[in-house]
């Protein structure tokens, strides 16, 4: 069967440098015969999460508009790459708009202990995200961040990219390891050969 993909590029610019190393990541996953998708997060409109927490008795969000119509692509995929550029130590504020929406998948599965996605199903997830100052501490706050994040997406954890030290915007073409590691952890995105590692694959790049 074939796998679909989904990547969402979060960042603000078009052509950024997560953005270019998501694209390459998704090349590596169509030359397996994937079926990709490749969506900006700038082209929905998400608000943020209102604390209503309403959610809290339904497993669903109440504020309507394109949350539901991603949340709905995300749940389809067979695997996903998610994009970040890094802003003060974490991931930008575009992405932590669409995760913290994603509250109402918190209260679905540990309040209302319902499962959202059928155990039979093999899923995949993996972290791109680049960051222009020398700081790795950076990588840590993601990876929590991404970790609560997949656990209510209930997918598996597999994979991180992450490169500092590249800030203007297309630097990340001057990398040509960046990209070859792009492509590589997207090809590698989409075997089922292994079961899913019990921790993500780390790769840190300066
Ligand atoms: C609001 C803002 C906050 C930033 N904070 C950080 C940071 O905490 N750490 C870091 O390494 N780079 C930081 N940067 C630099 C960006 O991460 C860097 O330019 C990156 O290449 C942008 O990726 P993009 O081209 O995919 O958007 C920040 C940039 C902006 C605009």
Known sequence: MTVKVLGISTSPRVNGNSDLLLREALAGAESTGAKTEYIRLSDYN??????????????????KDDYQRLLQKILDTDRLIFATPIFFMNVCAQAKTFIDRCQCLWAHKYILKKQLITPERDR?????????????????SIQLTMKY???????????????NQIDAIGDIQKHPEALK???????????SEAPPPEKPVNIELT
Do not use: H, W
Request: hydrophobic share 40%; with cysteine; charged share 25%.
């Open 46 to 63: 998400i608000a943020p999460c209102i604390e209503c927490n309403a959610c809290y008795k339904t497993g669903t969000c109440r504020v």
């Open 124 to 140: 995949r997830a993996m972290v791109i995200a680049v960051g222009g100052s020398k700081s790795k501490k950076q990588f840590e």
């Open 149 to 163: 994040y997949f656990d209510v997406l209930e997918i598996n954890y597999t994979a991180n990219l992450f490169v």
């Open 181 to 191: 590691e792009a492509f590589r952890l997207g090809k590698e995105l989409i075997t």
